[in-house]
Each structure stands twice: as C-alpha cells, then as structure tokens.
C-alpha cells in the first residue's frame, strides 16, 4: 500500500506528508459524511502536483477540521 | 512450509495454529479490539455470516498508529478484488462484518461500473456501500451461525 505512511502521518501529526508517487510536499486530506448520525463516511488522501490519490473508504469521521470537499479529478 | 502457498497464507493456516500454541489474542495497544488481527478470524466471521470472500484477497494492515485514524476499511482500485482492513475493523464483530460488506459492495462497484465511472462518483458509491452494509448487516446478522 503506496500511501500507508502518509496515513500513518495523519493519525499522528494530522499531517500528510510526501506524495508517495512524486514526491511532492503538496498533499492533502480531507474527509466527508455520509451517515449524519453515525458520522459515518469516507476521505481521501491526494496529491495537488500529480492529483495521485488514495480512497478511505470507511471511517467514523471526528476529524472536524477535516471536513472539506474532496477534489474531482483526482487518479486513485 | 508447503509448496502451493505464501509465507502469509502458511502462517494464517489452520495448520500452523494446531501446530504451534500461540496466544490469539491481541495484546499491546491492539488489546481493546475484540476480534484478533488475524485472517483466520476474518474467515471464519464471513463464513458465519454467510459473507462469500471468493475473489477477494484481503489484506490486514497491524500499523498502531492507525488505531487514532478510526478508518476501517479500504478498497484497492488498481488491483480490483484486493481489501485492506485497519486495526478499527477489528474492534468487534459488527464492525468486522460491516466493513467486510462495505468493501465489497466497492469491489462490485469497480467490476460493474469501472474505475473511471467510480472516481467520479465517490458520493454515490459509498452511499451506496452504507445503504448495503446496513441491509445487509441485518439481514445476515438473524441467520448468522453461533
Ligand atoms: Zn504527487
């Protein structure tokens, strides 16, 4: 798995680190609700110079400051 | 080690574990999750909850970091029928099967409709996956097997 470091960067630094395709330091993160109630939903990890990216799929999101609109062109 | 399997596929056998006497549960910062991090557990749950994993290769990922990042699941685009589980999946048995279904629902997804199509409509699959894994969820969870 490409982007398990920067995962692991998040969980620690809320930061996420190079871009494990170019090595860029432009990345981000970001989150979204689908279930209200449970706070259920999904996030991204990407990169703003290649647009390489990678899926969260399933994840209670408690992150607040997180929760931003998901680009669209990204490549996963 | 037999010849027609993987270091990981050896280790997580039936085999081994009668062979060996281990302690299954999971110890350290792991030890608030209920199920062990191991896929013989993760096997015998979908076989319990009548969850078919043919096709599907799952990965566990054991990172103690990731248990502060509450995801539970992902699914692989590229490498289609391939599901990483986090340490979160594992807190119990509801999350397990949850998350199992959820990422299958995505690997459905990305057989039926294409990577393409999937990227751009992530809102729509995962609504989709939620709505699935909790039909099915409880559906399954009556018939499952004790
Ligand atoms: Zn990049």
């Known amino acids: ?76 | 080690m037999p010849e027609n399997m993987t270091y990981e596929e050896w280790f997580d056998s039936d085999v081994l574990a009668r062979s060996i006497s281990r302690k299954e549960a999971n110890t350290g910062a792991f030890s608030n999750l209920k199920i062990p991090m191991q896929k013989r557990y993760v096997r015998r749950i979908a076989e319990q909850y009548n969850i078919d994993l043919s096709g599907i290769t799952i990965k566990i990922q054991r990172s103690e970091s990731m248990l502060s990042l509450t995801m539970t699941g992902s699914t692989d685009y590229n490498n289609i029928g391939r599901i990483d589980l986090f340490p979160n999946a594992f807190i119990d048995e509801e999350q397990l099967v949850k998350t199992l279904l959820h990422e299958k629902r995505h690997v459905w997804q990305l057989k039926t409709y294409g990577k393409k199509y999937v990227e751009e409509n992530l809102n729509r699959m995962e609504e989709g996956a939620y709505s699935f894994e909790d039909e099915q969820y409880n559906l399954l969870k009556k018939r499952a097997k004790k």
Do not use: Q
Request: hydrophobic share 30%.
């Open chain 1, 1 to 76: 798995m490409k982007w398990l470091k920067n995962l692991e960067n998040i969980a620690k630094n809320h930061k996420s680190g190079l871009c494990p395709i170019c090595g860029s330091k432009e990345t981000d993160f970001g989150y979204s609700i689908i279930d209200p109630k449970s706070r259920m939903g999904y996030g991204a990890v990407w990169c703003n110079s290649c647009r390489h990216a990678f899926h969260i799929s399933r994840v209670e999101v408690k992150d607040e400051k997180h929760i931003k609109e998901i680009p669209h062109n990204l490549i996963y």
